[in-house]
């Protein structure tokens, strides 16, 4: 047996209210239960179609305070190839900082795994986002998956 920890709640006017502390899942006439808690979601992973230089991609926003464990990139084209950097800051207008400056993908089978980073461990309360600085062949898609803890 699994242990799924629940959050248990409450219904009042149209608002969900926390009903209890205990891990217990009891359910009564306007009890909700919502499961799982969430803990990090890592990883997060989106794909770019057609990405073009300049595209400037939003991923998340760091509550806490982040390691990135692993990047994984893979394309999809036509002898594709992309270079792109990720970077994270507090203030999304501007420059930001390198968690890496450059990273090359032109592989279309298993990805390319980056484990080296100009800066690896992520403030909280920080933006981290995608930019596109060359795109050669003809890229149909640019998936990337961002591992942290």
Partial sequence: MVHIPVIKV???????VP???????TLKDQDA?????????SPKSFAISSPVVGDNLSIFFTKN????????????GSSPSVNFS?????????????????IDCSNTTSGNVIS???????????FIW????S????????AVSIDFS
């Avoid at 009903?19 to 899942?25: G, N, T």
Wanted: glycine share 6%; proline share 7%.
């Fill in 10 to 16: 409450r219904l009042e006017d149209s608002r969900i």
């Fill in 19 to 25: 009903a209890s502390r205990d891990k217990s899942v």
């Fill in 33 to 41: 239960v919502v499961a799982p808690v969430p803990g990090p979601a």
């Fill in 65 to 76: 305070q982040i390691t990135v464990n692993t990047v994984n990139a893979v394309v999809r």
């Fill in 86 to 102: 990720l970077k994270y800051g507090p203030d999304r207008s501007q420059t930001g900082y390198a968690m890496a400056a450059s």
């Fill in 116 to 126: 080296t980073f100009n800066q690896n461990i992520i403030p909280k309360n920080n």
């Fill in 130 to 133: 995608l930019v596109i600085n």
């Fill in 135 to 142: 795109v050669t062949g003809t890229v149909n898609e640019l």
